[in-house]
């Protein structure tokens, strides 16, 4: 008997996909406090520790608390569509999930692919950066690790506003090994995971504030004048900078994906996941907005491009104690969003392989931990691959179009969900409302999500464009060639092992 052919946009039936949210055989043990410290884990990190004083020193100057506010307004309407989303499918996969039963397989595809993307270039560029911090501590103690084993293949040069990127005879060692360590914790278990994620949440927080309440009365308001500075060409200072900071500060607010990947192990996740969300998204932009303040105010704002730009602010009003300090607590900062990345995305990865498109042994939950400990393995490889060879600023960028794409994908979700099943349960709603237009709900927060997250991903496209026109073609044919594979792979494998094909067959 003849196989039906595959509809590459069947979708998922919603009563299916919350059925499979009680039998994932993982163990539900999150509640709020530790859904929003997850979020928290994942979103202050290297945004705030090192590609702030990036987007300062190329791009935005001290106006980059207001690239810090665009990126957290953008996040923040997108983080509203995850509350809808999450509280009426509380699934692993999140957006992945909700891409599948809202919008069919081969978009479910595409998003999970570039999530995949997204959540594996973050943890590299977070491993990058805890690499970065490691090294600047064990060399106040005069232990200095080899240039050669501390930077990637692929370098980053700034050239007034221009970024140019060439290869160098050099591998970054230190970014694996701290993705290797935090893939060990992961397996160990969810608890455990949590846990550790805590008390790095508390140290972390607590060094932030020590360094605003020490670096506040050290402040010379002469370093934020000109607020905005003029431009200088291209995204280099002036409103162009200050989106063009924006772009690449997007992707530092992520975390709120990894809590919406929880719902599977979440105590309730149609209440607590939510949440989860929008607290870590209200608090974690406080926080940016403030150390972002005080930084700007210590040091002037061209000096801060550099992987430690706090610990360089501290030592800079003579307090090379504290700048130790700020190291360490820079390190537990990176290493619980590293922590709460991985988490995410193998969880993300879990429940693409649990539909049949990646295979099955990436889906296995360990017998004893109860964790998809062959999936955290792998991503923790694959990302730390890409944080051997390649600079953070690159990561930064292909990490902010994906995360764009990802948010654009969940506010079309809401959009298909409120005009296909307008009387489904939603414990958690979008406000403002919408309307009707031809057939078709429109939501106001969600139409402007997806206008939010295209301000955020033009600038970055236009950049890399224009470097590829150039002749700098590293970042065009990383995305390209990452956009194929995943193509390839669907073609080849995912539509013919879809375990909704083989259900209709």
């Given at each position: 008997?003849?196989?039906?052919?595959?509809?590459?946009?069947?979708?998922?039936?919603?009563?299916?996909?919350?059925?499979?949210?009680?039998?994932?055989?993982?163990?539900?043990?999150?509640?709020?406090?530790?859904?929003?410290?997850?979020?928290?884990?994942?979103?202050?990190?290297?945004?705030?520790?090192?590609?702030?004083?990036?987007?300062?020193?190329?791009?935005?100057?001290?106006?980059?608390?207001?690239?810090?506010?665009?990126?957290?307004?953008?996040?923040?309407?997108?983080?509203?569509?995850?509350?809808?989303?999450?509280?009426?499918?509380?699934?692993?996969?999140?957006?992945?999930?909700?891409?599948?039963?809202?919008?069919?397989?081969?978009?479910?595809?595409?998003?999970?692919?570039?999530?995949?993307?997204?959540?594996?270039?973050?943890?590299?560029?977070?491993?990058?950066?805890?690499?970065?911090?490691?090294?600047?501590?064990?060399?106040?103690?005069?232990?200095?690790?080899?240039?050669?084993?501390?930077?990637?293949?692929?370098?980053?040069?700034?050239?007034?506003?221009?970024?140019?990127?060439?290869?160098?005879?050099?591998?970054?060692?230190?970014?694996?090994?701290?993705?290797?360590?935090?893939?060990?914790?992961?397996?160990?278990?969810?608890?455990?995971?949590?846990?550790?994620?805590?008390?790095?949440?508390?140290?972390?927080?607590?060094v932030l504030a020590g360094f605003v309440l020490v670096g506040a009365g050290h402040v010379d308001s002469t370093n934020w004048s000109p607020f905005i500075p003029a431009n200088e060409g291209g995204f280099h200072y002036g409103v162009p900078g200050i989106l063009r900071a924006a772009s690449i500060l997007f992707f530092a607010y992520l975390g709120f994906e990894a809590v919406a990947t929880a719902a599977a192990e979440a105590r309730r996740p149609q209440r607590d996941v939510p949440v989860g969300i929008l607290g870590a998204l209200l608090f974690s932009t406080l926080i940016y907005a403030v150390v972002a303040l005080v930084l700007t105010g210590l040091v002037p704002f061209r000096s801060l491009g550099v992987p430690d730009p706090i610990a360089l602010a501290v030592s800079a009003?003579?307090?090379?104690?504290?700048?130790?300090?700020?190291?360490?607590?820079?390190?537990?900062?990176?290493?619980?969003?590293?922590?709460?990345?991985?988490?995410?995305?193998?969880?993300?990865?879990?429940?693409?392989?649990?539909?049949?498109?990646?295979?099955?042994?990436?889906?296995?939950?360990?017998?004893?931990?109860?964790?998809?400990?062959?999936?955290?393995?792998?991503?923790?490889?694959?990302?730390?691959?890409?944080?051997?060879?390649?600079?953070?600023?690159?990561?930064?960028?292909?990490?902010?179009?994906?995360?764009?794409?990802?948010?654009?994908?969940?506010?079309?979700?809401?959009?298909?969900?409120?005009?296909?099943?307008?009387?489904?349960?939603?414990?958690?709603?979008?406000?403002?409302?919408?309307?009707?237009?031809?057939?078709?709900?429109?939501?106001?927060?969600?139409?402007?999500?997806?206008?939010?997250?295209?301000?955020?991903?033009?600038?970055?496209?236009?950049?890399?464009?224009?470097?590829?026109?150039?002749?700098?073609?590293?970042?065009?044919?990383?995305?390209?060639?990452?956009?194929?594979?995943?193509?390839?792979?669907?073609?080849?494998?995912?539509?013919?092992?879809?375990?909704?094909?083989?259900?209709?067959?």
């Amino acid at each position: 008997m003849a196989t039906k052919p595959h509809r590459p946009w069947a979708r998922k039936p919603i009563d299916t996909v919350r059925a499979q949210a009680d039998s994932t055989g993982m163990t539900r043990t999150l509640g709020p406090v530790q859904l929003i410290l997850i979020g928290i884990g994942c979103i202050i990190g290297a945004g705030v520790y090192v590609m702030t004083g990036t987007a300062a020193a190329n791009y935005a100057g001290p106006a980059v608390i207001l690239s810090f506010a665009l990126a957290g307004l953008a996040c923040g309407l997108i983080g509203l569509c995850y509350a809808e989303l999450s509280s009426v499918l509380p699934v692993s996969g999140a957006s992945y999930t909700y891409t599948y039963a809202v919008l069919g397989e081969a978009a479910a595809w595409g998003l999970g692919w570039m999530l995949m993307f997204e959540f594996g270039l973050a943890g590299s560029a977070l491993a990058v950066g805890f690499a970065g911090y490691l090294g600047s501590l064990l060399g106040d103690f005069g232990v200095h690790i080899p240039a050669a084993f501390a930077t990637s293949t692929v370098q980053a040069a700034q050239r007034g506003g221009d970024t140019s990127f060439s290869f160098a005879p050099s591998v970054n060692l230190v970014a694996p090994a701290a993705l290797a360590v935090a893939s060990l914790v992961l397996i160990r278990g969810i608890r455990q995971s949590a846990a550790v994620n805590t008390l790095l949440v508390v140290i972390k927080c607590g060094v932030l504030a020590g360094f605003v309440l020490v670096g506040a009365g050290h402040v010379d308001s002469t370093n934020w004048s000109p607020f905005i500075p003029a431009n200088e060409g291209g995204f280099h200072y002036g409103v162009p900078g200050i989106l063009r900071a924006a772009s690449i500060l997007f992707f530092a607010y992520l975390g709120f994906e990894a809590v919406a990947t929880a719902a599977a192990e979440a105590r309730r996740p149609q209440r607590d996941v939510p949440v989860g969300i929008l607290g870590a998204l209200l608090f974690s932009t406080l926080i940016y907005a403030v150390v972002a303040l005080v930084l700007t105010g210590l040091v002037p704002f061209r000096s801060l491009g550099v992987p430690d730009p706090i610990a360089l602010a501290v030592s800079a009003i003579g307090l090379p104690v504290v700048a130790v300090v700020i190291k360490v607590g820079a390190l537990t900062g990176l290493g619980s969003v590293l922590l709460v990345n991985t988490y995410g995305q193998s969880r993300i990865l879990f429940a693409i392989a649990a539909d049949g498109l990646l295979p099955p042994a990436l889906a296995a939950i360990h017998p004893i931990r109860a964790t998809p400990a062959n999936g955290t393995v792998t991503v923790a490889v694959i990302s730390a691959v890409a944080a051997a060879l390649l600079p953070i600023s690159l990561l930064a960028d292909m990490v902010s179009i994906g995360t764009a794409l990802v948010f654009i994908s969940v506010a079309i979700a809401v959009i298909r969900l409120r005009t296909t099943h307008p009387d489904l349960p939603r414990p958690f709603k979008v406000p403002i409302g919408g309307a009707w237009i031809g057939g078709q709900w429109i939501g106001v927060v969600p139409a402007l999500a997806i206008l939010a997250c295209l301000l955020m991903m033009g600038p970055v496209l236009i950049d890399i464009v224009a470097k590829a026109i150039a002749g700098d073609w590293i970042p065009l044919s990383i995305l390209l060639g990452y956009m194929l594979l995943g193509v390839g792979i669907y073609l080849g494998y995912g539509r013919h092992h879809s375990a909704l094909r083989l259900a209709a067959d």
